[in-house]
């Protein structure tokens, strides 16, 4: 479609898909099988879990004691985020990869980084969808050339210990109904007319393939403007990074340094 939004052009020349696997909570038994379908159905962008062994970002802007398994907070120890960024930027240097990244950075985190990387990272991939569309973050990433990619693009319905309902907001499913879509196309779409690529998870063939098809056509300027009133709550707030002694992080206001 001559107007489809599939690539996004990175700060390295490098292209990225714009609609991604995701693959968080994607039962070990079922996601070969996901991954194998959106092959065929045309997906190039799958996002990994660290447990496969391929993830080329800096996840959170936490560390760990060596070794170190769950979420226990005394094992919690201070970043170094420079001295990470220069291993990725070696990775980056050895042609292994074409681009690096980070995730779960604010504006002030990435704002730091910048000052003291020689390879700017390409993205930053945070949550976003219509309920929690990172405007600062956008601005600030659109200035200094950083790509943002957009998780749990439809608010993570499946993770039963968060309260979502992005996929039922009236606003979201009045604009379906009037395309003729399901929410989650329209929840994808907003993302990419927003300028940001989408990662969303699916382990069911039929939403891969729905998930994908948000190309051949457009939400129209007077509908996508009403995404601008939707109330705005971040969902997957880290709490579990944040502890009164241990770690960096003495609150979530901390974490994403005020942007919450
Ligand atoms: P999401 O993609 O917003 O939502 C996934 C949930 O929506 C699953 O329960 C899925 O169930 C369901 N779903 C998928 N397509 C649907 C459709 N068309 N209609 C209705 N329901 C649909 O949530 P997410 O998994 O939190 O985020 C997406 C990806 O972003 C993750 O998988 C991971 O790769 C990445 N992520 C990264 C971070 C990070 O810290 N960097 C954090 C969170 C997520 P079915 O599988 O049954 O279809």
């Not at 070794?67 to 291993?87: C, L, R």
């Amino acid at each position: 479609m001559a107007n489809a939004i599939t690539l996004f052009e990175l700060n390295t020349g490098a292209r990225i898909p714009s609609v991604g696997l995701g693959t968080w909570q994607a039962e070990p038994g079922l996601v070969g099988a996901a991954v194998a379908a959106a092959v065929k159905i045309g997906y190039r962008h799958i996002d990994c879990a660290q447990i496969y062994g391929n993830e080329k970002e800096i996840h959170w802007p936490v560390r760990f004691k060596k070794g170190s398994v769950g979420f226990n907070p005394e094992n919690f120890i201070q970043p170094d985020i420079p001295s990470t960024w220069k291993a990725m930027e070696a990775l980056y240097d050895s042609g292994k990869a074409r681009a690096i990244g980070v995730s779960n950075f604010s504006s002030k985190k990435l704002g730091d980084l910048l000052q003291v990387a020689r390879v700017p990272p390409a993205v930053n991939q945070v949550e976003c969808h219509p309920s929690w569309q990172q405007t600062k973050l956008r601005e600030f990433c659109k200035s200094k050339g950083v790509h943002l990619s957009g998780y749990s693009p439809l608010g993570s319905p499946g993770t039963t210990w968060l309260k979502s309902d992005v996929l039922k907001h009236p606003i979201l499913n009045m604009v379906a109904q009037k395309l003729g879509k399901t929410a989650a196309q329209v929840a994808l779409l907003w993302g990419l007319q927003k300028g940001h690529s989408v990662l969303p998870k699916s382990t069911n063939v039929e939403r891969i393939k729905e998930n994908f098809d948000v190309f051949d056509w457009s939400i129209p300027d007077d509908l996508f403007a009403k995404f601008s009133e939707i109330e705005q709550a971040r969902l997957l707030r880290g709490d579990s990074f944040v502890h009164e002694t241990f770690g960096s992080y003495r609150t979530v206001e901390e974490l994403w340094d005020g942007e919450i």
